[in-house]
């Protein structure tokens, strides 16, 4: 459990990094965030909806696979 933490915390900080180096990177992460929020805007309230339960689903199937025996 401790190593996938300190996995997870790697990846993201070498991600940061990454973007701190990259500022064409950055720039275009920063439209397609943009872009992605301005889209959900103008389907509210359903995409809002959509997106509640697809983050449940998600973390549904985060729970069942690591509830598995192994």
């Known amino acids: 459990m401790i190593v996938d933490m300190l996995r997870v915390l790697g990846m993201g900080g070498m991600g940061g990094l990454f973007l701190m ?3 064409k990177l950055r ?8 872009s ?3 889209g959900l805007s103008n389907y509210a ?8 339960v697809l983050v449940v ?3 549904l199937f985060s729970l069942s696979r690591g509830a ?3």
Not at 27 to 34: I, N, P, R, V
Not at 45 to 52: A, N
């Open 21 to 23: 180096i990259s500022p």
């Open 27 to 34: 720039g275009d992460l920063a439209e397609y965030l943009t």
């Open 36 to 38: 992605g929020i301005n």
């Open 45 to 52: 309230p359903f995409s809002y909806i959509g997106l509640g």
């Open 57 to 59: 689903l998600l973390f």
């Open 68 to 70: 598995q025996p192994q």
